[in-house]
């Protein structure tokens, strides 16, 4: 069965890149905020809008994410169908308003579960603590699988490199 990876965007793109390597989805819709500083960057930005942070310092630039899992459209045909920017990219004006963060990507996830047989997952690692619970919200009220990548926590701004994806119990939901 084909599998569909939801996935929260913010400030840092590694915890992205475990979770596609870790769950190896056919597809991933990628959930970011729009305007000229948004996280949309680190999805469809051009050149090396990933950045690698010590503090302040920026010590590494890197391509796209879809480039690093090698998903986009400027990889081989078979890899069309895992990502397509228009088809596969939610955009939010404000990822600190819950009010439209959750419809978007709840009606996004009934969409999708009316197409053709598919295992959806998200994993809501990314974005601001809003994206993330709208998209937990959305996840759990759909009845999707929800996913978390973790990592020791040296650092309380983010999750640093050595991460690892898991699935969240939401046997509560029941």
Do not use: W
């Not at 840092?12 to 056919?26: E, G, H, K, N, V």
Request: charged fraction near 25%.
């Amino acid at each position: 069965m084909p599998k569909i990876l939801l996935v929260t965007v913010g400030g840092s793109f590694q915890p992205i890149i475990t979770a596609i390597r870790s769950l190896q989805p056919d597809r991933v819709i990628f959930i970011a905020s729009d305007g000229e500083k948004g996280s949309k960057s680190q999805v469809i930005g051009e050149g090396t809008p990933c950045e690698v942070r010590r503090g302040a310092e920026v010590i590494e630039r890197l391509p796209n994410i879809p480039t690093q899992v090698e998903l986009g459209d400027s990889f081989a045909a078979a890899s069309a169908d895992r990502f397509q920017p228009k088809r596969d990219l939610i955009l939010v004006q404000n990822p600190d308003d819950l009010s439209e963060c959750y419809p978007k990507i709840y009606v996004f996830i009934r969409n999708l579960q009316q197409e053709a047989s598919h295992e959806i997952m998200a994993d809501y690692t990314g974005g601001t603590k809003t994206l993330s619970a709208a998209l937990v919200m959305a996840a759990v009220d759909c009845g999707i699988s929800l996913y978390l990548t973790i990592a020791a926590r040296d650092n309380l701004v983010k999750v640093e490199r050595g991460e690892i994806t898991q699935r969240v119990d939401t046997s509560f939901r029941r």
